[in-house]
């Protein structure tokens, strides 16, 4: 089986200091966080930019900063958001892209978030693939809804991305699918030929759906986007601690973890 590789999601753009005291929130604290998770055993951290207040923000000066302070630190692959917050336009949302990171996330369909809407439009899908390819900068698809993935494999269809094709399944998101291992075995079975994914499980769902992605050849996203508690009533201290877990359960089972090096070869990236 291939190596596992950790992706961390250190901030997102919803969860608060409020929801969980230990969320990093400005450059410094990002780059730091993102450091331990490299020391932990993370080859990417998926990163979004805060403003000073604590709200988010696709501001192409704060996300240059997150990734020089990280690059200054570890060698983790920076994979900046291109969600950003709901109610954002897509140009505000593509900011990050023209800093020619090495990643970048790219949702592949509309979907329910909560009692919000997170809005793409096939029009904009595309614009934001173009947007990729012209800097160089490879897509990972986030897929909240099986239908995604159709979508996806017309960027292909349209010369828009290239192989190796990346997936990251977020599940369990309200409003959208569901962190079940039936569904998710539902959506590694439409993946095409040759594609690698990687799980994201939303708060209760991101350990059993971490594990089985460990078992099954997949890959693993942990972190305070995604999960605030470390276990029933208790928050994580920090985006490190879920690492480490996830280390700790490779081991156990018999999968090695992979290095950011690693990584870049098998997602297709320049070392
Ligand atoms: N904050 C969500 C609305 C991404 O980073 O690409 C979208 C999101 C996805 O977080
Ligand atoms: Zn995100």
Request: proline fraction near 6%.
């Amino acid at each position: 089986m291939e190596k596992l590789i950790i992706t961390c999601a250190l901030t997102g753009a919803e969860v608060t200091r409020e929801h969980n005291p230990n969320l990093p929130i400005t450059p410094d604290e990002i780059a730091a966080s993102a450091y331990e998770c490299w020391k932990a055993g993370a080859a990417i951290v998926h990163v979004h930019a805060r403003n000073a207040d604590g709200s988010p923000t696709q501001d192409k000066e704060i996300y240059r900063q997150i990734i020089e302070k990280t690059r200054e630190l570890c060698d983790v692959i920076v994979q900046v958001s291109t969600g950003g917050a709901v109610w954002m336009t897509p140009e505000e949302r593509l900011q990050p892209v023209t800093l020619k990171p090495e990643m970048a996330t790219l949702t592949v369909g509309t979907v329910n978030f909560g009692d919000d809407v997170f809005m793409n439009t096939p029009q904009n899908i595309e614009l934001f693939a173009q947007a990729m390819q012209e800097h160089g900068v490879r897509p990972e698809f986030e897929v909240f809804e099986v239908g995604m993935i159709t979508n996806a494999m017309k960027l292909v269809k349209k010369g828009l991305a290239t192989a190796p094709l990346h997936f990251d399944f977020v599940m369990g998101v309200p409003g959208a699918i569901a962190g079940t291992p039936e569904n998710l075995m539902h959506l590694i079975k439409q993946l095409p030929e040759g594609a690698s994914w990687s799980v994201a499980g939303v708060g209760r769902s991101q350990l059993p759906l971490s594990t089985m992605a460990i078992l099954l050849g997949g890959h693993v996203r942990v972190g305070f986007e995604d999960n605030i508690y470390y276990k029933k009533g208790v928050l994580a201290d920090s985006n490190a601690q879920f690492v480490e877990r996830v280390v700790r359960l490779a081991n156990e089972l018999g999968r090695e973890v992979a290095t950011p090096d690693e990584a870049r070869k098998m997602l297709g990236l320049p070392l």
